[in-house]
RNA sequence: GCGCCCGUAGCCCAGUUGGAUAGAGCGUUUGGCUACGAACCAAAAGGUCGGGGGUUCGAAUCCCUCCGGGCGCACCA
């Protein structure tokens, strides 16, 4: 990309000018300690290099510099011009023609990295209780965690996407006392979930188990009340959520490569293997009754039940079992998504698998901070349980396109506000249809090429600028010489398309899902700007054919960026 | 009290890991469709980067401190 090319050129310039003797005191420059930028002002060139930090080890003054470097630059397809510290560079035509040429021939792969360290990634995220529907927030863990897996495996990471189902512990128990009461009403008897606040805690009071508890009767005829056995409706009912999330998940464009229940894994025996693990390496001692993992020995702040005096396990103990197993099947690095509210569990599990011998580097958790509802410029509580929104009616309200877009557009670090009156909206205040619009607009005028039109006034035929097999030709035998037509008006819109693979690059390294939405709208930006001061299709045949492969190349990279964000890029809308 | 995240334009957010005059979008004001989609574009106004110290050639960015908001601090999951 154009950054690494000229950073090369710099570094290479440097490494010659030390070898001469001419930057002052400087002896030797580690690569990559400086940094391609782009100018804030485009007077100054296209993009620029800070030489300023060598002016400390060279004991020279930054502009000096500056000038001793740029002797040695080769300034082929580009010219040089010095300000302060600042080495600017303005590229040529030739340098434009290639972008583009790169877009048409790697087409779909435009974007991925030539060549990178692979690494074999377990991306686990949103990894909910089967015992509701999903709300909210988890919407953002889904679409964030599938983008997230859409552009590691875009940028060349092989990519294991696993939902952990939070399927053993008490939950489920008060799930399927939840549902006896709800089977109960359903057999006509006059039950109702405890009034008083404490004891409804120990049941799920949602409506959602109503049409479970209808279907369980179906499958049950005959079925009475004393009969009914709270092991079987909570194994019913956990199946019966699992469907149902694994239905909107599908639908919502997340797709795991493998559900891990909690429940088989400690049936397995592995959360049994690691608790001895740990007691043979003395990492465990007993108090009060308790089991205790000295994970403050490993930068917890303090040390951690993992059996409880009755003999049960914590969560942790199962988590530790969980991690170590992602561990041993062979991944290079694990990455979690959590909430914000699960921040106090990192130190620990982390320790966990310090202490077990393994590299707590390996797992990387990215901690997301939770997402408000707000309705009417009103934040809505998602506490009460009775008032909740689910992911399914926010979808449906919203669509899939924009709650997804909504849930990428921020970063992780920042609560989200999550406005459904304004996500609704397909106005300017909507990101989403201002880039899906571009995307749209480009293919209209794809399509105007080749088809003949109608005048709207005279109702005269209008014969095609070209046909679709020229079209295509120009594609695929492309003419460098072609697109020099329209380098000078496209400038800043081919050098936008060629950032993508920057932004690809630093997005995947950095684990960010927004930046990619940011280049999105950036790109669309300059598409809508370059639109309506320059004619596509005009009567310069080979103005046109310039344009048409740039519209080609616009379209090419819009598309490969959706597709990471899974959001759809309409021909039309 | 301790830990993590956040505080930048009226609103919502960027700010390329310490660099040039702090930037987009929305909203406001003003212009632009008898040729490719106006769901668009062009321009203007709008800032004590929460406050105060410090580090250095240089700070929105790093350190300290205070203020404000969110989330955690279980032998729950």
Not at 83 to 91: A, H, L, M, S, T
Not at 243 to 271: A, I, M, P, T
Request: proline content about 3%.
């Amino acid at each position: 990309m154009l950054k690494d090319f000229f950073l090369n050129e710099v570094e290479e310039a440097i490494l010659k000018a030390i070898k001469d003797n001419k930057l002052g005191q400087a002896s030797e420059y580690t690569k990559g300690s400086l940094m391609i930028e782009k100018p804030k002002n485009p007077d100054f060139g296209d993009f620029a290099v800070n030489v300023s930090s060598l002016a400390r080890t060279a004991k020279i003054a930054p502009p000096m510099i500056a000038n001793a470097i740029v002797e040695y630059l080769s300034a082929k397809d580009y010219s040089v011009s010095i300000v302060g510290g600042f080495i600017n560079f303005k590229i040529e035509n030739a340098l434009l023609a290639n972008a583009v040429e790169e877009i048409l021939t790697k087409k779909e792969n435009y974007g991925k990295p030539d060549k990178i360290e692979k690494e074999k990634i377990l991306l686990e995220y949103v990894s909910a209780n089967p015992t509701g529907p999903f709300h909210i927030g988890h919407g953002r863990w889904a679409a964030m965690g599938s983008a997230l897996a859409n552009l590691l495996k875009f940028y060349g990471h092989e990519v294991y996407q696993e939902f952990y189902i939070n399927d053993a512990g008490s939950q489920i128990q008060k799930l399927g006392n939840s549902l006896k009461i709800r089977v109960r009403q359903e057999l006509g008897e006059n039950v109702d979930f405890p009034a008083d606040e404490v004891e409804r805690k120990n049941f799920y009071p949602g409506d959602y188990l109503i049409p479970v508890a209808k279907k369980y009767v179906e499958q049950n005829p005959g079925i009475t009340s004393d009969k009914l056995d709270v092991k079987v409706l909570s194994d019913f009912a956990k199946k019966e959520m699992e469907e149902c999330q694994k239905k909107l998940l599908e639908g919502f464009r997340v797709h795991f490569d493998n559900f891990y229940s909690e429940l088989d894994l400690h049936n397995s025996g592995k959360v049994e293997e690691s608790y001895k693990e740990l007691m043979a390496k003395g990492m465990l001692y007993e108090k009060d009754g308790a089991m205790w993992f000295k994970s403050s020995e490993f930068g917890d702040d303090q040390d951690r039940v993992i059996k409880k005096a009755d003999g049960s396990n914590t969560y942790l103990t199962a988590d530790i079992a969980y991690h170590v197993d992602k561990l041993k099947r062979g991944f290079d690095r694990l990455i979690n998504i959590w909430g914000a509210d699960h921040h106090g569990y990192v130190a620990r599990v982390k320790a966990s698998l310090e202490a077990l011998g393994y590299d707590p580097n390996k797992l990387e958790i990215l901690l997301g901070q939770l997402v408000n509802l707000v309705i009417n410029g009103e934040e809505v509580r998602m506490g009460k349980r009775k008032n909740m929104v689910t992911l399914d009616d926010l979808i449906e309200e919203v669509g899939v396109d924009a709650t997804r877009y909504w849930m990428e557009m921020r970063n992780i670090d920042m609560t989200l506000d999550f406005d459904i009156e304004l996500a609704k909206r397909s106005t300017d205040e909507n990101p989403v249809f201002y880039v899906q619009y571009a995307h749209a607009r480009v293919c209209s005028i794809l399509r105007n090429a080749v088809n003949d039109r109608i005048n709207p006034e005279t109702g005269e035929q209008i014969k095609a600028p070209m046909t679709q097999k020229e079209l295509d030709d120009l594609i695929h035998n492309f003419d460098k010489n072609i697109i020099l037509k329209t380098a000078d008006t496209a400038k800043t819109l081919i050098l936008k398309l060629e950032e993508f693979k920057s932004v690809i690059s630093l997005s995947a390294q950095n684990r960010t899902v927004y930046t990619i939405c940011r280049y999105v709208q950036e790109l669309a930006a300059e598409f809508h700007s370059f639109y309506n001061s320059n004619r596509v299709i005009c009567d310069d045949v080979d103005l046109m054919k310039s344009r048409l492969a740039l519209m080609v190349a616009i379209r090419i990279t819009l598309k490969n960026a959706l597709d990471i964000l899974a959001v759809s890029a309409p021909e039309k809308m």
